[in-house]
């Protein structure tokens, strides 16, 4: 090989290469089992939450509690004040055997039945008449709220307190 080849060769290397990375950047960001990724799991990724407890305000008939629940790695409780809509979300999730690891319940509208400093993540396409007080009163330190607010998604995280 004579010299002069030698730029040439280094200039078909870097494309290859460059082509390579770029490939291999644009194709790890897609779901390996080609499954699409819904809203709800792509502000769950946002969050930065990697596992816990998820708590959907106004769950409806369970649609979006499945995909909450994910790949598994949290325990999702839905929460709707409509009896009616409960039933129905808890027949989805049984008939797809997911009852246990994802459950949904009644509540008044505006206390959650929680403790204090419990959930990860709290989600909420609207939040009601739930105060944004009451959701950071039960979200762990470090935990998110992920609110939809006039069309726009907001991550509000709970500080941690500086002595844990």
């Not at 990375?21 to 946002?46: E, K």
């Not at 009896?83 to 049984?94: F, L, N, P, T, Y």
Request: hydrophobic share 40%; net charge negative.
């Amino acid at each position: 090989m004579s010299i002069q080849a030698l730029p040439r060769l280094k200039c078909h290397v870097v494309a290859l290469a460059s082509l390579a990375l770029l490939g291999l950047l644009l194709f790890t960001q897609l779901p390996a089992t080609g499954d699409v990724v819904s809203p709800a799991q792509v502000q769950i990724s946002n969050s930065g939450v990697r596992g816990g407890f998820i708590v959907q305000i106004g769950c409806g008939e369970g649609h979006q509690l499945q995909e909450l629940y994910g790949d598994g790695r949290y325990q999702v409780h839905g929460l709707d004040t409509a009896a009616a809509k409960v039933d129905r979300a808890r027949k989805s999730v049984q008939q797809k055997g997911l009852y246990g690891d994802i459950s949904a319940d009644t509540f008044d509208g505006r206390q959650l039945p929680y403790i204090d400093n419990l959930v990860n993540i709290v989600y909420a396409d609207d939040l009601g008449d739930v105060a944004m007080k009451e959701v950071i009163r039960v979200l762990a330190p470090g935990g998110v709220a992920i609110i939809q607010q006039e069309g726009q998604w907001t991550h509000t995280v709970k500080p941690r307190p500086d002595n844990i």
